[in-house]
């Protein structure tokens, strides 16, 4: 019967996503666009003949006119090709095939440590609207929304590595002298456990610290602050007041707000490993992650605009893919939607 | 009869900024077992302060100040939270306005009679949901077995009611306090909802303290009532003998808004209907047509005026010789 | 209207005119420290944005003789950095570039957001070509948003290539959709409030009920989210500039100092790049505090 | 016997509400209003009361239908058009705070309308705005205020001059005391039974508040469903209705009066979605006189005496029923 309704409401939201796909492609070609001066010359060099000019034009396909170019970069994206990086001189989807285990390792650490630690901290400090925790909260709140995610890495670095040596430094996912574990689902620590690969897993999950703490201090307060006012919302609800009424115990008013809470707290998660997405560029520059942010920033520094196009789209696509997830999540939840 | 409920000067006052405000003055009030008392008062009268103040159901920044409020002989202001859990719900229950608000919207309604039943009595799974479809078919509930499932959105106001109405009496309810019963229901629903709940509270010996703003609900359905301004009682009276002469120029203003037809204003003199109720002296004094220099001093005390009648007005008296005479 | 909560007697207070307005402000100001200390942040970062580079007792862009990096000193209070410049004159600089970018993207942003937002809320549900534009601006809302800002932020730099007014546009363009969706949600409530009724019937046209009666009142939301757009653009900016796609380098801008400096965080000269970052939060707690504290002033539940 | 001032027929008024399904908020309905005339349209939520309502001041359109306006077809005319005749139709509104600008003073929310009457200078603007205020005995002094400055049963009473100041013909009362207390309510509805008075007024009083209704109008209609079912005089209607539904809910009126028992007249269940209606009488599935010829076909309004009409196969039967009150 549910699972009926659940798949009904799947297909539907699943028929919006090529809508979404092609209007995503749209903006990605029209930003392309963006770019100053005529991409010509970026392979002809700026001295090239008039004749050499109107061989590449005709060869990138830019004298056709605009909707016709469109159709041909549908094209060539809906069959994987994103062209050569100028950088690399690889196919941008190896690339971005070699660096995406990366990014997804360090934003899915991220996400499931600012849940773990966020919610409970939000519930609790929701209940309890006194006492030092919740100022300590409050300000921890008011400050980490405040400070770049990049220089608390390198304080984090100069504290932590340079002075304390607790941790190792900015050198990438895993020590240099230790080899990588083999690769089965691309996230080092979960291939080298897999895999009983025991020196890699320990220096994968060292290196891993930081810059998971890192995204998890300046990100989770957004998890925090969310679930708690949502949490206090559904505690001054008029049914929490009734169920209080009705005198059932306090744990179960806390169950009845919490559930209540629920659909916020899901909708926080997904825009968390949104923002994460965004955030991961630079913590991922600070501690030379080699994942898809640290590309990115490669690709603009050096104008290699199919890499960077290739991103971009990824990264929408990745979102509406979150998205998807959370109202899926979302309505399982709530019986009202239809 | 002797009585079940008794508030003895409860004050209740609100925080603000700008210091407390008196929400409840010394309000002192008594319930019998079985009896039907009607609360009457308009917005700001303090009315479902005092519901929420019985059950204990006061968050900041409202503050109980003073006073006890004494259920079956104990004070329920000394009672330790656990105690006070099993009570409400159980010996005291109350019935809401709007009650689709007061419904979780994610669970079930079965589970929700369920989850009460249980807070209350050590009772299996399957003989709370035996126990709920019995209650359900109690208040009228058409085809129960297939309702528990039903979430309180797919349910009509006048069903959220009777839902809410079902765990009231789900147990030997001794006091049930109704808020606003006939708030956000159509006039066929809300009066088929007052049967119910009156039907109900006789056959179980139930005492009830209606709170309405609504004259006619508490002239059909109550057998004493209490008029409530500005966070005092300022007449309690039978109902027969209220509805035939109020004792405080309050009440019978209240009587005469509330008619279908005009009437006559007589040699009245004109009052501002809206002003604000007065910090010194007796606070309706502003809106009274019949204040005197005295009303100005005191707040009145609230007096026996006639047999089973108290009125909290310098004038009682003296109105009710004159409605009589009339 | 007491049956749901028990709530105060509706006592309307007096309040006439600007005058009250204004002294409700004071009191509310004087009760909220985290309030007064946003205000004094903000007062002074535009102040530095004026006066910066003209206070500081060392030039900004040029390399000062001698050895690099010194440490925090008498002379140099945040030391030097790796060119030998003085970090303390170039930190007190910075807000010169970093408040001018983020006021004019914000201000763009706002404009832009409140007049789409107002269209797209107001005519929603519509028929005719108002729906359809209404229906068109959500949808393209919804599509930027669908790339994570700073990725798009760096996406709309990278392909324009750095430069100021090239962050600009990036910063307003990605904020509009936000302003938008503000806006949007409060024109949503108010549309539905009798007066707009009222207004039809007393013969107004509907763009001029949209503009005139009912964007003035949904202007709340919009407006006390401006301060925390501007801290928010001032950390993108910085961000963008620390990889070296924002404001080149040798401006004295805070994220391009930090980048600077984070090589030599990891050798030991923590001063390079902690006193430009801990300027930096400072300045955009400050922005997100006066935003904070002017919500809860705007917030009618809130008074009193 | 006075002129017809709104005479409409037939007004029906159908919103799609996906999946190909309708409701139909009103169908087929008529009636007139005459000059200085009140009639209350009554009825319970979904009867389509509002809606009725809001499509005679064109604030929605109605599917089909006619309505004539002192002889004008306002519904074949563009919306341009019909400005010319708004001055002369206007509303007074359920939320007394809600249907002011929160950000305008008084005397300005009050000219608003004028602007409609480009003759009318800024002095002779301010004059008439002074005027209604005196009317509804608000004072000079609130012209500069704003309306949260005021009290419920004040901003009542703007509402109320910001409706009277284009000295309109027709005033359209959205329950107008529903948000009300009953002390301040009854201020309000004796207010309104003035003015009607004293301007020779026409409203049309739309509310579920039986007894406000019996206290200021003239003439009821009772809808059910999105159909009239009763009209008549309101006494007439209120001592002895003779539809079904009207007797069941009139006879759920609570007066203040212990000792009035009205004789109960009870219609099982609750009422249907109005989504999809059956053909046939929208009463038939609670009515305790259904009968077959209910379900087919929906019943003709028929005329029992001077302007009194009834939807209703068993009226007549009805009638024997006799009065409501009880003694």
């Not at chain 2, 949901?129 to 039903?150: H, M, Q, S, Y």
């Not at chain 2, 708030?183 to 088929?192: E, P």
């Not at chain 3, 050798?267 to 006066?290: D, E, K, S």
């Not at chain 4, 007074?92 to 249907?99: I, R």
């Amino acid at each position: 019967m549910s699972s009926v309704r659940l798949l009904k409401y799947a297909s539907r939201r699943l028929a919006l996503l090529p809508v979404q796909l092609l209007l995503v492609s749209l903006i990605v070609f029209v930003l392309v666009r963006q770019m100053p001066g005529d991409p010509t010359f970026l392979y002809t060099g700026p001295f090239a003949t008039t004749e050499r000019v109107a061989e590449v034009r005709k060869q990138l396909g830019l004298d056709e006119p605009t909707y016709v170019q469109y159709v041909r970069y549908l094209e060539r994206i809906a069959y994987g090709d994103f062209g050569l990086s100028m950088r690399t001189s690889q196919p941008v989807v190896a690339d971005l095939r070699q660096r995406l285990p990366a990014t997804m390792e360090l934003i899915l650490y991220a996400v499931v440590f600012s849940v773990l630690i966020g919610v409970p901290l939000g519930v609790y400090t929701a209940i309890r609207s006194k006492g030092a925790l919740n100022r300590g909260v409050f300000v921890y709140g008011m400050t980490s929304g405040a400070l770049p995610d990049f220089w608390f890495a390198l304080v984090a670095i100069f504290i932590f590595f340079y002075k304390l040596h607790w941790l190792p430094g900015p050198i990438g996912r895993i020590d240099l002298l230790i080899s990588k574990p083999q690769n089965i689902s691309g996230l080092y620590t979960v291939d080298a456990l897999l895999t009983g690969n025991w020196p890699a897993l320990a220096s994968a999950s060292g290196q891993l610290v930081l810059p998971v703490a890192t995204l998890v201090f300046i990100y989770m307060s957004l998890v925090l602050k969310n679930t708690r006012s949502a949490m206090e919302d559904m505690l001054r609800s008029e049914f929490v007041t009734y169920a209080r009424a009705a005198g059932l115990p306090r744990l179960m008013q806390w169950r009845y707000a919490l559930r209540n809470a629920m659909p916020p707290i899901i909708t926080v998660t997904g825009i968390l490993t949104w923002f994460l997405l965004g955030g991961a560029v630079l913590v991922e520059t600070v501690f030379a992650w080699g994942g898809l942010g640290q590309y990115a920033v490669q690709s603009v520094v050096n104008s290699d605009y199919a890499a960077l196009q290739a991103v971009v789209l990824f990264s929408a696509v990745f979102t509406m893919v979150i998205f998807l997830l959370v109202d899926l999540a979302y309505f399982l939840i709530d019986p009202r939607i239809k | 009869m002797a009585p079940i409920l008794e508030l003895r000067e409860l004050s209740v006052s609100y925080e603000t900024q700008g210091g407390a405000r008196a929400v409840l003055s010394k309000l002192s009030l008594d319930v019998s077992a079985g009896e039907a008392l009607g609360i009457v008062g308009e917005s700001g009268s303090g009315k479902t302060v005092l519901v929420r103040s019985i059950l204990g159901l006061l968050d900041p920044p409202f503050r109980t100040d003073h006073g006890t409020v004494v259920f079956e002989g104990r004070d329920l202001r000394q009672l330790d939270e656990q105690s006070f859990r099993q009570l409400r719900g159980g010996s005291i229950a109350l019935t809401t306005p709007e009650p689709r608000k007061h419904l979780n919207p994610l669970i079930s309604i079965g589970r929700q009679i369920v989850n009460v039943l249980r807070a209350h009595q050590t009772l299996a799974e399957q003989a709370a949901r035996t126990r709920t479809i019995e209650l359900l078919r109690a208040v009228g509930i058409p085809d129960p077995e297939r309702r528990l499932a039903a979430y309180p959105h797919e349910l009509s106001g006048g069903m959220c009611q009777r839902v809410i109405i079902a765990m009231a009496l789900a147990h030997q309810t001794k006091l049930l306090l109704v808020d606003e019963p006939t708030a956000g229901l159509d006039v066929t629903i809300s009066r088929q909802i007052l049967d119910l709940m009156h039907e109900l509270a006789v056959s179980h010996g139930t005492a009830l303290m209606l709170v309405s703003r609504d004259l006619g609900v508490v002239a059909h359905y109550c057998r004493r009532v209490a008029v409530m301004y500005d966070g005092r009682i300022v007449e309690d009276a039978p109902v027969e003998a209220f509805f035939a002469g109020p004792a405080h120029p309050y009440s019978r203003q209240l009587l005469r808004a509330a008619a279908a037809s005009r009437g006559k204003r007589g040699a009245e003199k004109r009052v501002d209907a809206l002003a604000e109720p007065a910090r010194t002296g007796c606070p309706f004094r502003p809106r009274c047509p019949v204040a005197v220099a005295a009303c100005a001093t005191a707040v009145p005390a609230l007096q026996q005026v006639a047999a089973g009648r108290r009125a909290r007005c310098l004038r009682a008296e003296a109105l009710l010789r004159q409605e009589l005479a009339a | 209207m007491s049956s749901d909560n028990p709530s105060l007697p509706a006592t309307p207070l007096p309040r006439v005119g600007q005058q009250t307005a204004w002294r409700d402000f004071l009191s509310f100001t004087r009760q909220r420290g985290g309030f007064q200390l946003g205000l004094a942040i903000v007062a002074l970062s535009l102040g530095l944005a004026v006066f910066g580079p003209h206070i500081g007792p060392y030039p900004t862009e040029t390399a000062l003789p001698g050895m690099p990096l010194q440490p925090p000193s008498w002379r140099h209070w945040m030391g030097t950095d790796v060119s030998n410049m003085d970090i303390f004159s170039r930190v007190i600089a910075a807000p010169r570039i970093d408040l001018t970018i983020a006021l004019v993207s914000t201000a763009i942003a706002f404009a832009g957001g409140v007049a789409l937002g107002v269209i797209s809320g107001f005519f929603g549900g519509g028929r005719g070509v108002p729906k359809l534009l209404s229906e068109g601006i959500m949808r393209a809302a919804d599509i930027i948003q669908a790339f994570p800002v700073f990725i798009f932020a760096l996406a709309l730099v990278g392909f324009r290539g750095p430069g100021t007014e090239n962050v600009i546009a990036a910063l307003a363009f990605l904020n509009i959709p936000y302003f938008l969706r503000i806006t949007r949600g409060a024109v949503l409530q108010v549309r539905e409030r009798p007066f707009v009724e009222a207004q039809r019937c007393a013969g107004n046209s509907e763009w001029r009920i949209a503009f005139v009666h009912v964007m003035p009142n949904a202007l709340t939301p919009p407006l006390a989210n401006i301060s925390p757009t501007i801290g928010f653009s001032i950390l993108l900016t910085s961000g963008l500039s620390f990889v070296g796609a924002g404001v080149p380098v040798p401006t004295p801008e805070w994220g391009s100092m930090i980048a600077i400096g984070a090589p030599n965080m990891m050798t030991g000269q923590w001063w390079t790049a902690l006193f430009p970052g801990l300027v930096l939060g400072i300045v955009i707690l400050g922005y997100a505090l006066v935003g904070d504290g002017l919500k809860e002033f705007l917030d009618p539940v809130n008074k009193r | 016997m006075a002129a017809t001032l709104l005479q409409v027929s037939d007004l029906t008024k159908i919103f799609p509400v996906g999946g190909g399904h309708q409701l139909k908020a009103v169908s087929e309905v008529s009636f007139t209003i005459r000059r200085g005339e009140a009639l209350a349209l009554v009825g319970e939520s979904g009867s389509g009361k509002t809606t009725t309502g809001r499509c005679l001041l064109r604030l929605i359109e109605p599917t089909a239908g006619h309505i004539q306006f002192d002889g004008v077809d306002i519904l074949a005319q563009t919306q341009r058009q019909f400005r010319a005749l708004r001055p002369r139709m206007q509303m007074v509104f359920q939320e007394p705070y809600d249907s002011l600008s929160p950000r305008m003073r008084v005397g300005r929310i009050i000219e608003e309308p004028l602007r409609m009457l480009p003759e009318l200078d800024a002095a002779e603007r301010q004059r008439r705005a002074l005027e209604v205020l005196g009317m509804v005995r608000l004072g000079r002094a609130a012209y500069d205020r704003y309306p949260h400055q005021f009290s419920a049963g004040q901003q009542q009473r703007i509402g109320i001059a910001r409706a009277l100041v284009t000295r309109p013909d027709l005033v359209l009362l959205d329950e107008p005391t529903s948000a009300l207390d009953v002390s301040v309510r009854a201020e309000i509805l004796d207010l309104l039974s003035d003015l009607q008075a004293e301007l020779g007024l026409a409203y049309l009083f739309i509310s579920h508040d039986l007894t406000a209704v019996r206290r200021v109008c003239q003439r009821v209609a009772i809808m059910y469903l999105g159909r009239i079912v009763e009209t008549g005089e309101t006494e007439q209607i209120f001592e002895a209705p003779l539809h079904p539904y009207s007797r069941a809910l009139l006879s759920s009126v609570l007066y203040p009066d212990p000792a009035s028992r009205l004789s109960r007249y009870v219609l099982t269940g609750e009422i249907p979605s109005p989504i999809d209606l059956p053909q046939g009488c929208h009463l038939a599935s609670r009515c305790p006189m259904v009968e077959p010829r209910c379900r087919s076909a929906y019943p003709p309004m028929d005329r029992f005496g001077e302007g009194r009409s009834v939807a209703c196969y068993r009226a007549q039967e009805m009638r024997a029923l006799g009065g409501l009150t009880t003694h």
